[in-house]
């Protein structure tokens, strides 16, 4: 059910945690599965130096959250606003279809983190 890339991202996810005094806290949620996340940034000079998550959710939730964090880590606003729940799935081999929100809110909470930085 879930690509070795998706397990080995839930197992052994690099950026959990959380930052302190970071720039910039970007949130999103899905009420439905029960899915919420918390993305931390620092930027300097208009791009992500640093990124960590909190996720209360399932596998996929997670695997998605560090995977937003490993393709926007030293990327420039722009190049990170304009990273798509495409690219986060694809990057971690697929998701099973009923599981494509996670990318999805990834992507939600970046741009909500991005957006409330400018």
Do not use: W
């Amino acid at each position: 059910m879930y690509s070795k890339k998706v397990l080995q991202h839930f197992t052994d996810p690099k950026f959990f945690g959380k930052i302190k005094n970071p720039d910039v806290i970007g949130k999103a949620g899905n009420p439905r599965c029960g899915d919420l996340l918390t993305l931390y940034l620092k930027i300097e000079k208009g791009k992500i130096k640093d990124i960590k998550f909190e996720t209360y959710g399932c596998a996929s939730a997670i695997a998605s959250s560090d995977m937003i964090c490993k393709l926007s880590i030293n990327k420039t606003l722009k190049q990170a606003v304009d990273i798509s729940f495409k690219d986060v799935a694809k990057e971690l081999g697929g998701l099973p279809p009923l599981k494509i929100h996670c990318a999805q809110l990834v992507t939600e909470a970046l741009r909500n983190a991005i957006k409330k930085h400018k």
